[in-house]
């Protein structure tokens, strides 16, 4: 039995639409028939199992990687970025699992990775406006690090994770792809970057995409709540309109439906086995 599939639809708030995205991997079939949409200032939540193509669908709409089927628009037009740099530009930017972060760099080159400020005219590089900009983001979100010029490998990990979400939110972007941004920090610091991103939503200024497994910080900030289940969007409504539960459910009824498939293609294999014997 598959899951539900959440048709396309479109309004005319819509900064982003995604219809139809499939993505394979060789034999493997990450994404299916994607169909998402985010509103204007909208936070949406992305929650599903683990392999349910969250990353990828995430890797897809900020140009990491290219779709193998489907359409995307951005404020209405066509939208095929060939490069994450070429996404950045037209303002869609995120936050990796892995953070994207280069361990031997300091903090302050990091938050400026491949968005470096030049002095002019001559290319040289601004480190003390670099320096000035990382310490202002950091401290806005709450972060304090005692030093800016240590490389980053030698911070935790919520540190580091801070350090890409600050580096993502502070940049030029429209959209912001966050794929589980609170994956390895504390309470503190968790909590920070949730009342960061409320913040962000009050102010309108930016549409974001959440994953997420913590249902409860998706009923606290998110607008919207989306279910991925087996390289398909099956669950769509905001989260005035739904609960915890029913989301628990949902993904309870999926692990059912995975289980189900196992075992018939473990009797088909084993019936195949038979006849040849």
Do not use: W
Not at 84 to 110: E, I, M, S
Not at 174 to 179: A, H, M, S, T
Not at 236 to 253: A, C, I, M, R
């Amino acid at each position: 039995m598959t899951p539900p599939v959440v048709p396309p639809t479109g309004a005319a708030e819509d900064i982003l639409r995604v219809e139809h995205i499939a993505k394979r991997y060789g034999p493997i079939t990450a994404l299916r028939d994607v169909n998402l949409h985010l509103k204007k200032g909208e936070v949406l939540g992305l929650v599903g199992d683990n392999g349910s193509g969250k990353s990828t669908l995430m890797k897809t709409i900020c140009g990491f990687q290219r779709a193998d089927a489907g359409q995307m628009f951005l404020d209405g037009e066509p939208y095929e970025p060939r490069s994450v740099d070429q996404a950045r530009a037209l303002g869609v930017d995120a936050v990796y699992q892995d953070l994207a972060l280069v361990d031997d760099l300091t903090v302050f080159h990091n938050m400026f990775l491949r968005r470096e400020r030049v002095r002019r005219p001559l290319p040289f590089l601004s480190m003390g406006e670099m320096r000035r900009a990382t310490r202002s983001a950091l401290d806005e979100i709450g972060i304090h690090l005692p030093r800016l010029d240590a490389p980053v490998a030698r911070l935790s990990g919520g540190q580091r994770q801070a350090i890409a979400v600050a580096r993502t939110v502070f940049s030029d972007a429209e959209i912001i792809l966050l794929d589980e941004p609170l994956a390895a920090m504390g309470v503190k610091e968790g909590a920070q970057i949730l009342d960061l991103i409320d913040r962000l939503k009050s102010e309108g200024k930016l549409s974001i995409i959440i994953v997420a497994h913590n249902y409860a910080q998706v009923f606290e900030i998110c607008d919207r709540v989306n279910l991925l289940d087996n390289g398909v969007i099956a669950f769509d409504k905001p989260t005035s309109e739904t609960s915890v539960e029913e989301l628990t459910g949902l993904v309870v009824d999926e692990y059912r439906r995975a289980r189900q498939q196992t075992a018939a293609e473990a009797g088909a294999a084993t019936q195949a086995q038979s006849g040849t014997e």
